[in-house]
């Protein structure tokens, strides 16, 4: 799919209206991680250096289409301001007059930011009364929040159906990374390893991948429902069984495409969440009751080791373990840290999986970091997203 970029159209002079994702961490009033606001400069500063007014939106958790006041975007206006070094305007409401009048006040060079969009209850109902009039404040639009874009809401689809749309350079970057791997335009051999929680979330991702991949990797509590379908006794762990079935058809699917799929053959077993507890390394197939998986075990580190060595492609969604707690951490850690040593394209994406790599200091030697968990997922599963198909050149 071809989309629409902001390098190809002329801002120079215009009011430019552009989706961020400025949905950050915040602690009483201060920001705790500003990445999503740092990936959101190179836009912005071409654009100011192109001689265009910008007027950012963004939502900030789930207000509910209600004013929150520890919602509001301040913190995040403030913390933009720094890292321009320069003054940014904003509005304390999403629309009406107030916004209006800063619009017009608005000089070339200059940055507005809208308050939460949130606020308005037609943000995630895709109100069309609201796209109307947001676009009336602005020439273009630019789709800049990866993070937002698998959401049909008015600040980012509404919005681009009524404004020429373009994809923000950040936008472009994940879509250039992450569109080869949905592709399988990769180098091979291409592996994907999934974790995380639930296997229910990523059904639909790990049966698009397996079309694309030589081999999969399934760890952390989503392997749990597929041990539980070989057979294995699982105790306490958690586990979905209502997806049993769809475990047994997924492996089964991969033995008739003569793929692989890697389970854990040994787990990390506790009798509770803690740093404090009892724990055990398992092989027998036999979880006690009162116990519970809660990472890969030393054999199945080691052997997810061993296929990393021989991938070019790497793509890594969900934590191998209840990674959060240190006791627990370690086939996590360790996984991580390998995938960092390895000749290989490695992309990471997956709001826990983030924290993960980042908790073993090894974020910086992964080749693409996506900023969007439930966007990058979606969009690997099914090749676009609604507020990707707004840029699509006709
Ligand atoms: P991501 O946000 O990267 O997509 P998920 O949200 O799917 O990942 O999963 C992350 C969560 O999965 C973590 O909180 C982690 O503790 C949990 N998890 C991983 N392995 C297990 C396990 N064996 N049992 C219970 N929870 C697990
Ligand atoms: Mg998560």
């Not at 991580?336 to 999986?353: F, L, Y």
């Amino acid at each position: 799919m071809k989309h629409r970029r902001l390098m190809d159209i002329d801002v120079k002079e215009k009011k430019v209206l552009v989706r961020v994702d400025f949905n950050v961490p915040m602690d009483g009033g201060t920001v705790t991680d500003d990445t999503r606001i740092r990936v959101a400069l190179p836009t912005i500063e071409y654009l100011l250096k192109e001689g265009a007014a910008v007027i950012l939106l963004s939502h900030l958790g789930r207000p509910r289409g209600q004013v929150v006041e520890e919602l509001r975007l301040d913190p995040v206006a403030q913390r933009l301001s720094d890292l321009l070094e320069m003054e940014i305007k904003k509005t304390d409401s999403v629309r009406g007059p107030e916004v209006q009048e800063a619009v017009d006040e608005l000089v070339y060079g200059e940055v507005l930011l809208l308050e939460n969009t949130r606020f308005e209850k037609g943000e995630t109902e895709n109100d069309s009364e609201l796209a109307r009039e947001w676009a009336s404040l602005g020439d273009v639009f630019v789709n800049d929040a990866f993070g937002s874009a698998h959401r049909a809401h008015c600040s980012n689809v509404g919005l681009g159906e009524k404004l020429p749309a373009v994809a923000g350079f950040l936008l472009e970057e994940e879509l250039s990374a992450l569109g080869s791997l949905a592709r399988g335009e990769v180098e091979h051999p291409y592996m994907a390893i999934m974790g995380g929680a639930k296997v229910s979330d990523k059904i639909g991702v790990i049966e698009a991948l397996l079309e694309k991949v030589d081999t999969l990797l399934l760890a952390g509590g989503m392997a749990n429902t597929f041990l539980k379908a070989k057979g294995w006794e699982m105790g306490d762990s958690l586990l979905e069984k209502d997806h049993v079935s769809s475990a047994q058809e997924i492996m089964k699917r991969a033995e008739e495409m003569g793929k692989e799929i890697i389970l854990p053959s040994d787990l990390l077993i506790a009798r509770e969440i803690s740093e404090e507890s009892e724990k055990e390394v398992i092989a027998d197939e036999l979880i006690p009751a009162g116990w519970r998986g809660v990472d890969i075990g030393p054999a199945t580190i080691a052997r997810f080791k061993e296929e990393l060595d021989k991938a070019k492609t790497v793509f890594w969604n969900g934590p191998l373990g209840v990674f959060e707690v240190d006791a627990f951490a370690r086939g996590t850690m360790e996984v991580a840290q390998h995938m960092a040593e390895i000749q290989a394209w490695t992309v990471i994406g997956g709001g826990d999986s983030v924290a993960a790599v980042e908790k073993a200091g090894v974020a910086a030697k992964i080749r693409h970091i996506s900023t969007g968990g439930g966007a990058a997922l979606e969009f690997l599963e099914k090749g676009t997203l609604p507020g990707l198909e707004i840029l699509r050149e006709e």
